[in-house]
Structure formats: structure tokens, C-alpha cells
């Protein structure tokens, strides 16, 4: 099959940003020009919208309550973007906060040492999470 | 793309005709088809080299398992009508309840039991898997349109984003569409609602119309001829942050618009308000649209090249 023939199978399985359909490609083993052409036609035929997906992708994180730093990690993994391409992201910690497992934690000192914790891991600035908790009290 | 399918919902027709025609289509035993049936709607799913034949099969199916006339309650719709349909379906935008999620569920499992019972043409499956997907980007990007779209639910919303706190509402006038706030208000947790009335007795606590500035939201519902809250009269401070005027003619002074803490609303602005999540509607089908073509384009594109 030809590259483009290639990745309108890949497209058509899921979506795809242009840097995952570039390593998809070379895994296939066609040729550094072969892959830049076949990337380049889905772009003008409008399959592969990188603006668009970074959008969806960003909303779609903030939804799932998940921080703005692992946002930005998740998104130079994803799309191969350096610092300065990478839009700001205003994560609110609302909506993680919003969960029972959370609320539950709320209760104990222990409990809200762990969600500080997590909340940490899950990408929020500890300054934020702390002023959030104060608030809540 | 050769898709098509044909149906009937709480729309197109009532109870009885749908369950007969549910029964009948439970019935049908065909390659290539998927039924999805709920309680409001009956569809079946189609694919095949000649549409239209398989269309008139299926009618002549129903035909024989049904006495009565029905073919004026069908809809039909193939290609890329039918994808951006099954779209709207599974976001539950074509559902009593608008933007529901259980849809969605069953729309899976009548997948999964055709794919189940046989193999099903690569349309169905491309048709079935990236209608769920629209219907995800859907609820995402739109979380709005779940929400309440009643007067009750636009009003709720505005007290919560007004207030921290469960808000003090003075409600003044016993009328049906206050009685209709008030009975929502409390089923969400409002409790600290008062009434204001004339003469007949009510649940609510009485309070004076004088009071009113010491309560944090105020709504009038009656029909009195002239202003009941005017601007003169009460010296501030006001407690009062917003005060909504559901009368008309209308019963709160317009010139507390000029008032810098408190926020009035009348009917119209409201009505506005509601407006905006119909307008959200129209924009996503517009989007659903917009991704159908392209997603038939790029199965199309697929397609043609996998022959050469």
C-alpha cells in the first residue's frame, strides 16, 4: 500500500495528531520524503487538523480534571510541541475537586495530605491546591 | 458511503404505534443491519450495495407484521443524512431529554449484538465507531446542553452563579409560574423561600413586600397593573444582589438598573438566556455536519485506494 493509502487507514481508526502519524508511518518503514508528502496531502485534504485536536485535546483534559502542567507534558509528548508553541492553559481545579474520592479525603488531616498529594501528581500548582483547600474550609 | 436507515421515534408517532412497530422489527432477521431499539425510538441500520432494495424489504418486513398503516410515521435517510442522524442520536440530542447518556449505551449494545450475531459490513461498523466519537466530542465541547433548559433550571443557574451560599428568595405573588419556581427551588435545596401574597394562605413563610430588600434574590410573578417595588421608598443598603421580573405588564422599577450592586432581569432577558442553549444546538449541528463529510470523504478516499 502507499503511504497516503497508509495513514488514511490510520486516520480512520482513531485520530491522530501529525507527529503520532509521522512515527506510525516510519514504523510501517517508508522513507523520511515519502512520509512528509503522505502527511502533507492529508493535511490539504483536511484529515489531520493539528490546531483542532490540540483544542479538542486541551478541553477534553480539563474535563477529565487533570492539571495544567501534565496538560502541557501530555501535549509535547503528543504532539511534539516545543515550550513556547504550547497555548496556556487555565485548568480549573474545580472540577477535580468535584469528585467524591476527593470530597471523601477532605475529612482527615491524613486525607487531605493525600489529596494535596495527588493533585500534585495530577498536574495542579501546590500554591493553587492550597489556596483552593483554604477556601473550601 | 452505502448506509441508510430507517425508523420511527417519539416524534414521528405514539406509544402504540411504536411498540408495534418495535415488536415487528425485533423480528426481522437480516445480514448487514443493526436494530436499535429504546423505549422512545425503533431504527434499523442498514448497509448494502442496493439501498433502495433493501429499504423496500425491509418496509415489506414490517408491512407483513403490522396491521395497521404506519409508512406515514417512518423517517428514511441515507448516506450522510443517516450518519450525522445516528450522530445526533447517540449525543442524545434527538432525545426527550435533551443531551441523556443512556443513549449512548444502548446505541453501543445494539452494536455489539449485531456484530455479535454476524459480521456486519465495514460501513455499519465505520458508521457505529465514529458516531460514537462525534457524540463524545459532543458532550465535551458542549456541556451546557445537558443542563436545564426550563425557566426553573435558567433561574437556578443565575442564583448560583450569583451567590456562594443557598440564597434568601422573596418571591412575590402566588402564581402558577411562581408556585412552579418555588416547588424546583426546593427539590434543589433552596429552602429559605417566602412568599408574598394578597390574601390566599400558602406553605411559604409570609413576608412583606417593604421587607423585600433584606432578602438576596426577589422574584415577581403577578400580574398587578402597576410597579410593586419601586426605587424610591427604601433607603439603602439593599441585601438584595439580583431581582428577576417575570410579570407583565412589569412589577419591578427599571430604573434599579441603574442600581450598582443589584442586577434586574426581566422576562425578555431571560427568555434570551434560553435562547443562547438553542443557538449552542444549532452550532452543533453544524460541527456534526461538518465531521460527517469528512469522515465519509476520508472512508471514501480509504476505500479507493485499498481497490487500486
Keep these: 500500500m502507499t503511504p497516503y493509502g497508509e495513514a488514511l487507514k490510520i486516520l480512520s481508526r482513531r485520530r491522530r495528531s501529525a507527529h503520532e502519524l509521522k512515527l506510525k508511518l516510519k514504523e510501517k518503514g517508508f522513507s523520511p520524503e515519502e512520509i512528509s508528502e503522505a502527511v502533507k496531502k492529508c493535511i490539504e485534504r483536511g484529515f489531520l487538523n493539528d490546531a483542532d485536536y490540540i483544542a479538542d485535546f486541551i478541553n477534553g483534559q480539563k474535563n477529565k480534571g487533570v492539571g495544567p502542567y501534565l496538560i502541557r507534558m501530555k501535549l509535547k509528548m503528543k504532539f511534539n510541541l516545543s515550550e513556547e508553541k504550547i497555548p496556556p492553559i487555565e485548568a480549573s481545579l474545580d472540577i477535580a475537586l468535584k469528585k467524591p474520592k476527593y470530597q471523601r479525603l477532605l475529612k482527615t488531616r491524613e486525607g487531605k495530605q493525600k489529596l494535596i498529594a495527588s493533585l500534585m501528581r495530577k498536574g495542579f500548582n501546590l500554591d493553587e491546591i492550597r489556596a483552593s483547600l483554604l477556601f473550601m474550609k | ?163 456562594q451560599t443557598r440564597p434568601k428568595v422573596l418571591f412575590v405573588g402566588n402564581s402558577k409560574v411562581n408556585r412552579q419556581i418555588i416547588s424546583f427551588f426546593r427539590k434543589k435545596g433552596i429552602t429559605d423561600l417566602f412568599l408574598h401574597t394578597r390574601s390566599l394562605p400558602s406553605e411559604e413563610p409570609f413576608a412583606h413586600l417593604s421587607s423585600w430588600h433584606e432578602f438576596d434574590l426577589v422574584i415577581c ?88
Design chain 2, 221 to 308: 410573578g403577578t400580574k398587578a397593573p402597576d410597579y410593586l417595588i419601586k426605587a424610591e421608598g427604601v433607603a439603602p443598603p439593599y441585601k438584595t444582589r439580583l431581582m428577576i421580573d417575570l410579570g407583565v405588564p412589569r412589577n419591578i422599577d427599571p430604573r434599579f438598573r441603574m442600581h450598582p450592586y443589584i442586577t434586574l432581569l426581566n422576562i425578555e432577558e431571560i427568555g434570551n438566556l434560553i435562547k443562547k442553549k438553542e443557538e449552542d444546538l444549532e452550532e452543533v449541528k453544524e460541527m456534526v455536519r461538518g465531521d460527517v463529510q469528512n469522515l465519509i470523504l476520508l472512508f471514501q478516499e480509504k476505500e479507493a485506494l485499498c481497490v487500486c
Design chain 2, 1 to 163: 458511503m452505502r448506509v441508510g436507515i430507517v425508523g420511527v421515534n417519539h416524534k414521528s408517532c405514539d406509544l402504540q404505534q411504536r411498540e408495534m412497530i418495535a415488536r415487528a422489527a425485533a423480528q426481522i432477521d437480516m445480514q448487514d443491519t443493526v436494530l436499535l431499539s429504546t423505549c422512545n425510538r425503533t431504527e434499523i441500520y442498514f448497509s448494502g450495495d442496493d439501498l433502495a432494495e433493501i429499504h423496500g424489504e425491509i418496509l415489506s418486513l414490517i408491512r407483513g407484521r403490522v396491521k395497521e398503516p404506519f409508512e406515514h410515521t417512518l423517517y428514511s435517510y441515507f448516506g450522510e443524512d443517516c450518519f450525522a442522524h445516528l450522530a445526533l442520536v447517540t449525543a442524545g440530542l434527538d432525545s426527550v431529554v435533551l443531551a441523556e447518556s443512556e443513549i449512548q449505551r444502548q446505541a453501543k449494545l445494539s452494536y455489539e449484538q449485531a456484530f455479535g450475531q454476524g459480521k456486519l459490513a465495514k460501513e455499519l461498523h465505520y458508521l457505529f465507531q465514529k458516531s460514537f466519537k462525534i457524540a463524545k466530542k459532543i458532550r465535551t465541547s458542549f456541556p451546557a446542553l445537558k443542563s436545564e433548559i426550563s425557566l426553573e433550571g435558567m433561574l437556578l443557574r443565575l442564583a448560583n452563579s450569583f451567590f
